[in-house]
């Protein structure tokens, strides 16, 4: 049913959640793939050098530490497991990396560590779960 799973994680307790469900999902679905993603937000140009490089590096590093935490959560899993890190609007990169690999189901957290927040769901949730291209679970 869910053959490709998109775990979408911003390293909050909640995605944190959604990790561990996406891999119970994955397993008891078997499912041929788990995309675990995490956008982070793009450094502005106005910083310049050498602030700009550093802010870069750090934001990176940061959002590594998060993909391999969630990986962490997530564990071995009998199917295909991809990573990825992409900078830009979260919402809109979730919706977009759903829409190109055709996955079945996106899993994400209620809430997220963005600076804005809805008041039932989080700012990106509510973005995603209106625009998907598949359903969407939002997790806890």
Do not use: W
Request: charged share 25%; aromatic share 2%.
């Amino acid at each position: 049913m869910f053959e490709k799973i998109l775990l979408a994680v911003d390293g909050s307790d909640h995605a944190l959640r959604a990790a561990q469900k996406a891999a119970e999902l994955a397993r008891c679905m078997k499912s041929k793939e788990l995309r675990i993603v995490v956008s982070y937000d793009p450094i502005p140009m106005y910083l310049g050098e050498p602030n700009m490089q550093i802010a870069i590096i750090n934001r990176k590093g940061e959002a590594e530490k998060i993909l391999e935490e969630a990986a962490g959560e997530v564990g071995d899993l009998p199917c295909e497991v991809h990573k990825d890190l992409i900078e830009g609007d979260a919402a809109g990169n979730i919706i977009e990396i759903a829409r190109n690999n055709n996955s079945d189901l996106i899993v994400m957290g209620s809430r997220g560590l963005g600076r804005l927040a809805g008041l039932l769901l989080g700012s990106t949730s509510q973005k995603v779960l209106s625009h998907a291209p598949c359903p969407v679970l939002i997790v806890r």
